[in-house]
């Protein structure tokens, strides 16, 4: 079951993430919503004993985090 809620908090997160990679004024902030969200979600992922909830959620930190690391979390 928190397996499932895992894999739910990351689809909602996966948006947030992939829509804040384009570089147009303020649309990279979504990182800042999809990073936090992540992070709940991996934590769920980590109490369950299945890994693909955490590992989708682990993937959606990567890439905003990343995209936040390469910006300095402005743009």
Known sequence: MLNLISILI??????FALVGVIPFPLV???NWIAFPVALVGAV????????SG?????LVMLV???RLFL???LI
């Open 28 to 30: 990279p902030m979504l």
């Open 10 to 15: 990351g689809l909602v997160a996966i948006p």
């Open 54 to 58: 955490r590992n989708l959620n682990l």
């Open 64 to 66: 905003s985090g990343l």
């Open 44 to 51: 769920i992922g980590m109490l369950s004993s299945r890994t």
């Open 71 to 73: 910006t300095g979390g």
